[in-house]
């Protein structure tokens, strides 16, 4: 008995969903991400206002004082949408895990000196109730922000600051003994040191904002320009000689993720100051008003911090920040 296998070659009726094929044309194939990330926005049809803000829709446009003629503009860089960003944040996951359970195996963390220890758990570790206000600020966007690319980055952010926390704790975990009471410890220098309660309260202060662009720029462009470089660059290059290299592999993550989600956030806020005058001008009135709150909140920080060259670093993440903001087509303060 004989067997003809034939091939036979079916063309698609089209090439891509109607939605993407109207944005950007029927005559290829959408990438997965522009099918994962465009024209998904429910803008008709809601069925009721809801009973907790009954002058605006369910989906509202009115959310931020930042105005768009197409919110799907704010487009990712890195083209994320959920499987692109699972397998690049399981790459970076991976990477992370084989550092902790090299520094774990080996009883490296017991190479710090107690002038490391203390830096840890007093400049370091307090920062993890940071990442979670993080993240609850970036789950704010995404649940009110209007455009489904937006929302997406958002909620990528939310995932990463839960996951920074997490790691920030495990590092706390690492220095105890599995005991927790640095983190204990950790808890209560956030809520009643006197270093952090100024960085407490403007954080609290982002938490109850409800222009969730607002949100956006206090959050992921002011905080974070600032924070990253006084508070977590120290220990990305190592507190000291003996051990601080361990720790550096233990805030790799960090690091890593801080580059990567500048992208995004530069981005978006280039498409916004680039979209008219008005945002422009709203643009650099937060800049005015969130940059100076930071300063103030962080200059306790940078004293504490003052044998790691605290206040300098403050000086300069200042200035990297303004250069920043004049790149992306505003003002700086």
């Not at 100051?273 to 650099?284: D, F, G, H, I």
């Amino acid at each position: 008995m004989s067997v003809e296998i034939r091939v036979a070659s079916i063309d698609p009726i089209r090439q891509t969903f109607a939605r993407t094929a109207r944005r950007f044309g029927a005559d290829k194939p959408a990438s997965r991400y522009q099918e994962a990330s465009f024209d998904l926005q429910p803008r008709d049809n809601f069925h009721y206002r809801p009973v907790w803000d009954p002058q605006r829709d369910i989906y509202d446009r009115r959310r931020t004082a930042i105005e768009m003629r197409d919110w799907d503009d704010f487009r990712d860089p890195r083209q994320y949408y959920y499987a692109t960003y699972v397998l690049n944040r399981a790459r970076m996951q991976e990477a992370a895990e084989k550092n902790f359970e090299f520094v774990d195996r080996h009883g490296l963390m017991a190479t710090l000196n107690a002038g490391q220890v203390q830096d840890i758990e007093t400049l370091l570790l307090p920062l993890r109730h940071l990442e979670w206000a993080a993240n609850l600020n970036n789950c704010f966007i995404s649940a009110y922000c209007f455009g489904s690319p937006m929302a997406q980055g958002a909620i990528y952010t939310t995932t990463d600051r839960l996951g920074i926390a997490q790691y920030l704790s495990r590092i706390g975990l690492l220095i105890d003994g599995n005991s927790g009471q640095s983190l204990a410890d950790a808890k209560a220098r956030w809520l009643d040191d006197p270093a952090w309660q100024p960085l407490r309260r403007l954080t609290e202060r982002s938490l109850v904002q409800k222009d969730w662009f607002e949100i956006f720029f206090a959050q992921n462009l002011v905080l974070d320009g600032l924070i990253h470089p006084l508070l977590y660059a120290p220990f990305h290059s190592g507190v000291g000689d003996a051990g601080g290299a361990y720790l550096a592999m233990l805030t790799e993550f960090i690091k890593d993720w801080s580059a990567d989600n500048q992208k995004w956030v530069d981005a978006c806020l280039k498409i916004a100051a680039a979209e008219s005058p008005v945002n422009r001008a709203r643009l650099s009135a937060w800049t005015t008003a969130w940059k100076a709150q930071a300063l103030d909140a962080l200059a306790p920080l940078a004293q504490r911090a003052a044998h790691l060259d605290g206040p300098e670093r403050l000086a300069a993440a200042s200035r990297a920040l303004d250069q920043r903001i004049a790149k992306l087509g505003f003002d700086a303060a």
